[in-house]
């Protein structure tokens, strides 16, 4: 049987451990693993306030989640975008709405929604003004023992020059937990 040094064996502990924190830590959107059930879909979206010649579709990808524990659903969303050189002007900050669902006859209730603001993420951009980046809304709890829920989620934005106010785009929900 081979040997270690007590200084190795200790960098192996520690490396476990850290590994170990870094799963308990992953984000809910990455880890299906952990008993989220996630479904990702993507929207190409014009920019209705852009008249230009320039290309000025955003490439938007949306991973919902959900996680049930008792009588406790978890939701999360991670939005990915790859925005056009230059970006957009926005009226007031464009947002990420998170729905909590229940899936009913006729049509599906919902349970509860949560707001997030996204303005600031859109808006950052590299030296090259490319506006590429993400946004996730971090795990989000409600208690409810009702059955059949999943999450949706839909981009709030008010495109600068168009004149028709807040538009939704709706995503494709998670499967059921």
């Not at 049930?68 to 790859?82: C, L, P, Q």
Request: net charge positive.
């Amino acid at each position: 049987m081979a040997k270690i040094s007590r200084s190795a064996a200790t960098g192996l502990i520690l490396a476990a451990m850290a590994g170990s924190a870094l799963a308990a830590t992953a984000s809910p959107a990455s880890a299906a693993s952990t008993g989220w059930r996630c479904h990702t879909s993507y929207k190409s979206i014009d920019n209705p306030g852009d008249w230009g010649p320039a290309p000025d579709n955003w490439d938007f990808k949306v991973k919902n989640c959900i996680k049930r524990t008792g009588s406790t659903v978890w939701t999360a969303a991670h939005v990915s975008w790859d925005g056009p050189i230059g970006g957009a002007k926005f009226v007031g900050d464009p947002g990420f709405r998170l729905y909590v669902m229940q899936s009913a006859p006729g049509q599906d209730r919902m349970v509860a929604h949560r707001d997030f603001n996204i303005g600031y993420a859109l808006n950052r951009h590299d030296k090259w003004s490319d506006h590429n980046g993400s946004f996730d809304t971090g795990a989000w709890r409600v208690k409810t023992g009702k059955r059949g829920l999943y999450t949706d989620g839909a981009l709030k934005i008010d495109w600068a020059g168009d004149g028709r106010g807040e538009r939704h785009y709706g995503f494709s929900p998670s499967p059921r937990a």
